[in-house]
């Protein structure tokens, strides 16, 4: 519709594209208003995080050079109050009674971390319920009682698993206060038999019947033929029925044969029943259709963990799979033995083991990144054993050897990757060196680095024959946080703005309805206005204050229902102006009416 020569319907277009635009830059608004917002917290928290943190070493500082430590003990008197030093940090205990307070002193060094007031007994910082403390006495083997209720006490602090880290960031803001993640675990044992420590076993008790371990029972243990597989080991130990990892019986026979092994600082210690030729890992138990197996790397500086040999096979432990894998078939002839624990032969060749990672390059935005790909237990071969021949011991093998093969020598190496000798293999190719090597009797780790260092000893690779490989899948932990941050950040804004624009959409609808409405009622109107454009000019000099008739008012009722289309201010001036020329006209309609009449 078209008024004054204007298109009414391409203003309300224009008014509406403008409403939406406005939205759009409402809603980014409020969107980055929010960002701001929280970087603004996240940067106030990371202050305020700093400055506690501060205030916290400081405290702690203080404490640990001006406190008055209890003799040897955990606990330390502070200010007229009681902290615990332990778990890497200092925690207060907030109910002791600093005047009876203090540490349970029994000659134990596992008894440090006990302490008593008149009210409570305590284990680190945590209170122990339902113990008397001035009955409280210990039972030997980390057991306690105070004469009717009975409890383990741990020495060894563990992680609380049941902490996350939303939890730790909760605690902090909500109470300002530190998330505590470790505690000495404690077992309340429910028994009416008094109970006692058992000699030579660190967390064994028995009530002459029953044994516990850690406070746990365990089932049929035989008091009297309990022995330990390991003195300096407390988790494995048998009886003439059963071998036991911890409370669990394992499927296992029970003979005293058995060991514990491991690679010189390895993350895993093995089982190994030399009897049977069995190999487990704590309740694993290797497969039995494979026994017997041989054990290589045992005690090696080499190699990352062991090997197990069968008829079958080498096998070894994934603990990605946390299974026993096969690494490939039984490579060795006739018998294997232990020339050094990473160097061994068989009836004909000599080998060595060595440990190796795989890694590829990213790109990254700075730069290039190594990712692994696999850790690796290889076995090379050096040749027929026939063409060696062993030359001495290096401080009685503890060191290293030295070897012929033709007219060349080499040094065989048993001090490893935590003396910082990386290869298993060197060979000498310097005279002086070799000179020193054999004629000295007492030969360190610095010399052999030196001469590695000073390329006297080079790096001798033999054929790798075997290989044991543990694959790795790249994390894409924090991509993947990324990604779905900025997609639900992203999402959500989309969203809001499509709900928008569909409520925008809906009202456009019900405006085009009514728009056309008033087309039609304002045609006759329009047409008028276009095809008496002079008199429509003297109509205009006609003063505005003459009221109309009943058509007029109809005009004004359907004017004043455009008036909410228009959003713009100045669109509703035009408007005004617009009302205007149509009252005169219909002011000079009605006047000449009544020149008609007269007539």
């Not at 692994?372 to 093998?397: A, P, Q, R, T």
Request: net charge negative.
């Amino acid at each position: 519709m078209k008024i004054n020569g204007e298109d009414l319907s391409s203003i309300e277009k224009n008014a509406n594209e403008i409403e939406y635009y406005k939205s759009l830059n409402t809603i980014f608004k409020k969107n980055l208003i929010i960002i701001i917002i929280v970087l603004i917290l996240l940067i106030l928290f990371g202050v305020i995080s700093l400055y506690k943190t501060e205030s916290e070493y400081n405290l702690n500082q203080k404490i640990l050079n001006n406190g008055q430590k209890y003799e040897k003990s955990i606990y330390i008197k502070y200010e007229g109050k009681i902290y615990c030093n332990s778990f890497g940090d200092i925690y207060q205990l907030k109910d002791a009674d600093i005047d009876s307070f203090k540490t349970f002193d029994t000659g134990d060094y596992r008894d440090n971390y006990i302490a008593t007031d008149k009210n409570n007994v305590y284990l680190g910082n945590t209170t122990i319920p339902d113990l008397n403390p001035n009955r409280f006495k210990s039972l030997g083997s980390n057991y306690y009682s105070d004469g009717v209720n009975y409890y383990f006490l741990s020495d060894n602090y563990i992680r609380n698993e049941d902490i996350s880290t939303w939890s730790i960031v909760k605690e902090y803001i909500i109470h300002f206060k530190k998330k505590q993640l470790y505690f000495y675990p404690f077992k309340k044992i429910e028994t009416t038999k008094a109970l006692k420590g058992i000699e030579n076993f660190r967390y064994l008790a028995s009530d002459g019947e029953k044994v516990y371990y850690k406070g746990e029972l365990i089932e049929n243990a035989d008091l009297y033929t309990l022995k330990a597989v390991d003195k300096y080991n407390d988790d494995y130990f048998y009886d003439k029925n059963n071998i036991y990892y911890k409370t669990k019986a394992l499927n296992l026979s029970s003979n005293d044969n058995l060991n514990l092994v491991s690679v010189e600082q390895g993350e895993r210690t093995y089982l190994y029943d030399g009897l049977n030729g069995n190999v487990s890992l704590e309740e694993y138990i290797f497969d039995k259709k494979y026994i017997p197996y041989q054990i290589l790397g045992i005690d090696s500086a080499h190699v990352k963990d062991l090997l197990f040999v069968s008829k079958d096979g080498i096998f070894f432990y994934n603990p990605e799979t946390k299974e026993q894998e096969r690494a490939g078939d039984n490579i060795f002839k006739g018998k294997v033995e232990n020339i050094l624990s990473s160097v061994i032969s068989d009836d004909k060749n000599i080998y060595y083991l060595h440990s190796y990672n795989i890694y590829r390059k990213k790109r990254t935005k700075h730069g290039y990144i190594d990712i692994l790909v696999s850790k690796n237990i290889g076995i090379f071969s050096l040749g027929e054993k026939k063409d060696w021949e062993k030359i001495k011991d290096i401080d009685s093998g503890t060191t290293g050897q030295v070897w012929k093969k033709g007219n060349k020598y080499y040094y065989f190496d048993d001090l490893g990757v935590y003396q910082l000798i990386d290869d298993v293999v060197y060979e000498i190719v310097d005279n002086a060196s070799l000179k020193y090597l054999l004629e000295t009797n007492n030969i360190n780790d610095d010399t052999i680095r030196e001469f590695v260092r000073d390329k006297k000893l080079i790096a001798f690779k033999g054929e790798e024959v075997s290989t044991a490989s543990i694959k790795y899948k790249e994390s894409h932990g924090a991509e993947i946080f990324l990604a779905v941050f900025l997609t639900t950040f992203f999402g959500i804004s989309i969203l809001m703005i499509s709900l928008k624009w569909k409520a925008q959409k809906k009202d456009r609808e019900k405006l085009e309805e009514e728009r056309k409405k008033i087309e039609k009622q304002m045609e006759f109107w329009d047409n008028y206005y276009n095809n008496n454009e002079e008199e429509k000019k003297e109509d205009e000099k006609i003063p505005t204050s003459y009221k109309s008739y009943d058509d007029e008012e109809e005009i004004k009722k359907e004017i004043d229902k455009i008036k909410p289309i228009v959003k713009n201010s100045d669109d509703i001036e035009g408007l005004k102006k617009r009302e205007k020329k149509i009252n005169s006209i219909i002011k000079n309609f009605n006047v000449d009416e009544l020149d008609e009449e007269e007539k």
